[in-house]
């Protein structure tokens, strides 16, 4: 019951992540959640942010953004950025996941969820069969409460870490 909360790997941050890696293994989608996974919560995006997306759709990945939140924010992120993205997904449920899968139009084993959250983009992701990456969560410099949620992340990462079974299940993809 545990392991549906397992990423298959888990990162520093999206940036720690070696995509040429994972274009080898035969990966060609990205579906990323935004919010404390490629900026601090309600940030636009920056310059850095609006490089990396692109960078990686020059490598030849399809990219879409899979979040809770609302047209108005998602618009706000992506404005000099070119993706598609799916709001107010519902995840955990599998329905917004599998929805990425048929705009990107890739089969499950060639994509891989990148997100902050265990509850949210691990067990959805998991649920809808999708290989999976945890980032630690972006915090701002002079943030110091957390939800009582990632109390509950960091025991279950303390498990999961110590399931030889369940880590580094995409193998060597961190730089």
């Known amino acids: 019951m545990l392991k549906m909360f397992y990423p298959y790997e888990y990162a520093p941050d999206v940036y720690s992540i070696n995509y040429d890696r994972l274009y080898d293994q035969g990966f060609r989608g990205i579906v990323f959640d935004i919010d404390n996974t490629l900026v601090h919560h309600g940030d636009s995006s920056d310059s850095k942010t ?26 706000r992120f992506t ?13 955990p449920l599998p329905g917004g996941f599998l929805k990425a899968l048929e705009i990107l139009d890739l089969s499950r084993e060639k994509v891989v969820c990148i997100g902050d959250q265990i509850f949210k983009d691990i067990l959805g992701a998991n649920r809808a069969g999708i290989p999976n990456i945890l980032v630690h969560f ?38």
């Open 138 to 175: 972006i915090t701002a410099p002079d943030e110091k409460k957390i939800g009582k949620r990632r109390y509950l992340e960091f025991l279950i990462l303390f498990f999961y870490r110590h399931d030889k079974r369940s880590v580094h299940r995409l193998g060597d993809i961190l730089q």
């Open 79 to 91: 404005k000099n950025i070119d993706t598609p993205y799916i709001c107010d997904a519902g995840k």
């Open 50 to 75: 609006d490089e990396f997306i692109t960078g990686l759709q020059k490598k030849g990945f399809k990219i879409l953004l899979l979040t809770d939140n609302d047209e108005e924010r998602v618009l």
